[in-house]
């Protein structure tokens, strides 16, 4: 079954180095004789774009997003993009692979699920420069490897995903706080969604993994996503499709059976359904 090219962290690194599942670059540098060009793709690791000054074009999950200053793109392991930033462009790109988070805190697991879970952040120029500043110090112990660097560099990082936060509950304010229990069980459910995706398809599955009613994960999804469980599954389903379709040239019965339906002709009134478009119509309307 043809795949989408996969990029992997080594990928981008000139050498190895003690952070080897994380890195940090200055794109003003990586720009100096010509744009960046990233034909679509899928990352097995998480993908910061910070921009201070910009321009190009920008496509995460086949939906375009304006490309301009003091703005933030995150995206998360899985999701696929096709990227071109002008030469005169000015921030900081950092990948780095969820086994970074490994030895962190859960409120640190937390803070970067629910940051990934907006792919762009804008910003107004008084308000960029706290959310800049954490990079400017990554960038500076990634480079020096001073002892100490790499818990620094994670310190630096919560601080990042802090003022990234800052932003989203400055939009809608929660004067009592955030409650951390249902926000804690969603991203254990979105986790268990990427990886169980093709074999469960059943709000009950996940539920009994989680050690929770379908009522309370119905409740939990629909506070935090606005979407009941059942929803949240089909939108998945429909995305990974989506990228099959527009980034392979696999046939319709080949990703039906990849993402786990035997029976094509139900996988087709299914996606026609929720789309409005046969998948062969999708695949021609919009690739």
């Known amino acids: 079954m043809e795949k989408i090219p996969l990029a992997k962290l080594h990928h981008f690194q000139k050498e ?26 899928r990352h097995d690791f998480y993908f910061v774009l910070a921009l201070e000054r910009s321009s190009g074009q920008h496509h995460i999950d086949f939906t375009p997003y304006p490309v301009g200053d003091h703005c933030v793109f995150f995206m998360r392991p899985g999701q696929v993009h096709d990227l071109q930033l002008d030469q005169g462009s000015t921030g900081f790109v950092m990948q780095f692979t969820s086994d970074f988070f490994d030895n962190c805190s859960m409120d640190s697991k937390l803070l970067l699920r ?68 249902p926000l804690e069980r969603l991203e254990a459910f979105l986790e268990l969604l990427e990886t169980h995706l093709a074999t469960r398809k059943k709000v009950s599955d996940y539920a009994e993994m989680l050690n929770l009613s379908t009522y309370q994960l119905n409740s939990i999804t629909k506070a935090g996503l606005g979407k009941t469980c059942s929803q949240v599954i089909n939108d998945q389903v429909i995305l990974e ?13 080949e990703i039906a059976y990849g993402l786990g339906y035997e029976d094509v002709s139900y996988f087709i009134r299914f996606f026609k359904k929720q789309t409005g478009h046969s998948p062969d119509a999708y695949r021609q309307n919009f690739a």
């Open 241 to 253: 499709s989506k990228r099959l379709l527009l980034a392979t040239s696999n046939q319709v019965k």
């Open 114 to 181: 629910s940051c990934s879970n907006t792919h762009l952040y804008t910003f107004d120029p008084s308000s960029f420069g706290p959310v800049i500043a954490p990079l400017h110090a990554m960038l500076n112990e990634f480079t020096l490897k001073r002892p100490g660097y790499e818990k620094m560099i994670k310190a630096h990082l919560d601080i990042f995903l802090i003022e990234l936060l800052r932003q989203q509950q400055a939009k809608v304010p929660n004067p009592k706080g955030p409650n951390l229990y």
């Open 16 to 41: 190895p180095h003690l952070l080897g599942n994380f890195t940090i670059r200055d794109i003003a540098k990586l720009l100096v004789q010509i744009p960046m060009v990233q034909e679509l793709h």
